[in-house]
């Protein structure tokens, strides 16, 4: 594990970290490696994209995430969490924040039980269902929704609404697409409140963090926001 190269990415996002956290940082890296051998967790296996395109991206999202919900102690729902991203990276570095990550693929469940234990990470749960199939069972549950390539943004926001507390967050992690993606959605329904560009040191991809909320004549649960 390329250590200088990790703690070099993270500083050039303006995050402190204390030698703890890097250390599991580069364990959860070591791991998913380790059993992406057998699992096929990601097609990404080199040390240095895994940094670049697994944690630092992952972890870029965490500044407009402290503001936006600054003051909150959130519980955080990633869909189609994979191989643990960016769920993993911030309940590592935000212990006070409760992820429950959400997942269909059973080989993929597996890993992110093993991780949640071989990281001691207590403020998160994972879930081994359809994303439909926990709304149904926990509605309205969550502060915020997260994503990273998992749908398109007009199915990540149908997929969400049903799992947001009233003025929840949806924290879309976005490409080079973004602007076409906003045109295919309706924003008389959802609130843009943060659209700003992820720049990932070492990655010269374009990155986009979306931050909306949900208007409340779209509220599935006519809740009284």
């Keep these: 594990m390329s250590e200088g190269l990790l703690a070099a990415g993270i500083e050039g996002l303006g995050i402190n970290l204390d030698p703890s956290d890097l250390a599991r940082l580069e364990l959860f890296l070591q791991e998913m490696g380790r059993w992406n051998q057998v699992h096929n967790l990601t097609a990404i296996d080199s040390e240095k994209s895994a940094i670049t395109l697994h944690l630092i991206d992952s ?3 965490l500044p407009l995430m402290r503001e936006v919900l600054r003051g909150l102690k959130p519980h955080i729902a990633d869909l189609g969490s994979g191989g643990g991203l960016p769920a993993i990276p911030i309940a590592i570095l935000q212990p006070e924040w409760h992820i429950t990550l959400i997942e269909a693929v059973r080989k993929k469940t597996a890993f992110l039980q093993h991780a949640r234990g071989k990281l001691k990470l207590n403020n998160m749960d994972v879930l081994s269902q359809r994303v439909e199939s926990v709304a149904i069972e926990h ?24 799992l947001l507390k009233p003025r929840g967050f949806v924290f879309a992690m976005k490409g080079k697409r973004a602007n076409e993606e906003l045109q295919q959605i309706c924003l008389r329904d959802w609130d843009l409140i943060a659209d700003e560009p992820l720049r990932i040191p070492g990655l010269v991809a374009e990155r986009r963090l979306l931050v909306l909320t949900p208007n409340e004549k779209i509220n599935p649960l006519n809740r009284d926001l």
Excluded: G, M, Y
């Design 59 to 61: 972890i870029a999202v």
């Design 139 to 162: 509605p309205a549950k969550f502060d915020a929704v997260i994503s990273r390539a998992f749908t398109s943004l007009s199915h990540f926001l149908e997929l969400s609404l049903p």
